[in-house]
Antibody
Framework: QAQLVESGGGVVQPGRSLRLSCAAS????????MHWVRQAPGKGLEWVAV????????YYADSVKGRFTISRDNSQNTMSLQMNSLRAEDTAVYYC??????????WGQGTLVTVSP | QSVLTQPPSVSAAPGQKVTISCSGS????????VSWYQHLPGTAPKLLIY???KRPSGIPDRFSGSKSGTSATLGITGLQTGDEADYYC???????????FGGGTKLTVL
């Protein structure tokens, strides 16, 4: 059974950095594109970033472009999101999700990032 | 402002039927498959419908999906109190290489 577990969330001051991780199990990780999706308090789901199955391509939402970097280690079945120059509006629960053909499935339980002075 | 447009809320009585619409454009829904997700606060979003109208194993046939042009619809029949949740449509915009979601629809089963 495919499973994803996020870690690394916490409270951070504006302008600082934080690195999130996503550990995958139960499926052949290297065969799938992986995404980050976030949900700010009281808001809907917002797509953040994707990394191709082999790490060859990365794409970002305009709201995080130039500040966030997605990466993966297929030998360790892990994906990361390096978040720099954090802003208050980056406060959200961050989910990692596997992209299976045309849909996101499964999703992790999420990790909360709070950007506050 | 979300790329895909959903009604903020819908409601119906137990046992009744409800539909949730999702409107996009030619670059996203009009050009790609739509999926639907059920989300309860504090939990992982759950895939309900993929490829516009297919159900993953374990999803009851009370849930259905359809797509026409640049719009998609999620239907839920035989409403149960356990269906109360937020529902999101989503798609991969292959022309922009970005994921897009609707703003979410809160379902209340009265």
């Amino acid at each position: 059974q495919a499973q994803l577990v996020e870690s690394g969330g916490g409270v951070v001051q504006p302008g600082r950095s934080l690195r999130l991780s996503c550990a995958a199990s139960g499926f052949t990780f290297r065969n799938y594109g992986m995404h980050w999706v976030r949900q700010a308090p009281g808001k809907g789901l917002e797509w953040v970033a994707v990394i191709w199955f082999d790490g060859s391509k990365e794409y970002y939402a305009d709201s995080v472009k130039g500040r966030f970097t997605i990466s993966r280690d297929n030998s360790q079945n892990t994906m990361s999101l390096q978040m720099n120059s954090l802003r208050a509006e980056d406060t959200a629960v961050y989910y990692c999700a596997r992209f299976d053909a045309n849909q996101w499935d499964p999703w992790g339980q999420g990790t909360l990032v709070t950007v506050s002075p | 402002q979300s790329v895909l447009t959903q009604p903020p809320s819908v409601s119906a009585a137990p046992g009744q039927k409800v539909t949730i619409s999702c409107s996009g454009s030619n670059s996203n829904i009009g050009n790609d498959y739509v999926s639907w997700y059920q989300h309860l606060p504090g939990t992982a979003p759950k895939l309900l419908i993929y490829d516009n109208n297919k159900r993953p194993s374990g999803i009851p046939d009370r849930f259905s999906g359809s797509k026409s042009g640049t719009s998609a619809t999620l239907g839920i029949t035989g409403l149960q109190t356990g269906d109360e949740a937020d529902y999101y449509c989503g798609t991969w915009d292959s022309s922009l290489s970005v994921g897009v979601f609707g703003g979410g629809t809160k379902l209340t089963v009265l």
